[in-house]
């Protein structure tokens, strides 16, 4: 039995993409594009270009890789060369996620529970963590 079937749309170009690896949800119904050693580029619901989250918030890169959203609209992006997951918050400036045990993330995905999940490649795991709030 075959699974439900797709209709292709027009292919869209986003214009001035290096690159791109990875494309998750982005702000307000728009999407979220990982360039190869570069940026991610923010686009609208209608895919107009909304600006790179380097440029907008000063943030340098190593490789950025996996990208999705949470519950608030925040960009999460796995950064595969620096070993982190930083957290791009809809208002402020960027945060680093305090991650134990990461080598080389590739994918993220936010879970409904408040969960982050990351595809480590560096060891083969896919790690999942609980949102436990600030630290005092």
Known sequence: MLGPTWE???????????GPCWVGPGPDGGLAVSE???DVQLFGSAHQPLGSLGTLT???FGCPAGV?????GSIIVADEQR????LF??????IC???EGLERPLGVAYAPQGQLVVADAGDNYIKVY???GEMA
């Open 8 to 18: 292709p749309l027009a292919p869209t170009s986003m214009l001035g993409l290096e």
């Open 130 to 132: 609980q949102y436990l």
């Open 58 to 60: 000063g943030h340098n």
């Open 83 to 86: 070993h982190q997951v930083t």
């Open 97 to 99: 996620l305090q991650l």
């Open 68 to 72: 999705c959203s949470d519950a608030e």
């Open 89 to 94: 918050p809809r208002v402020g400036s960027p």
């Open 36 to 38: 190869e050693f570069g």
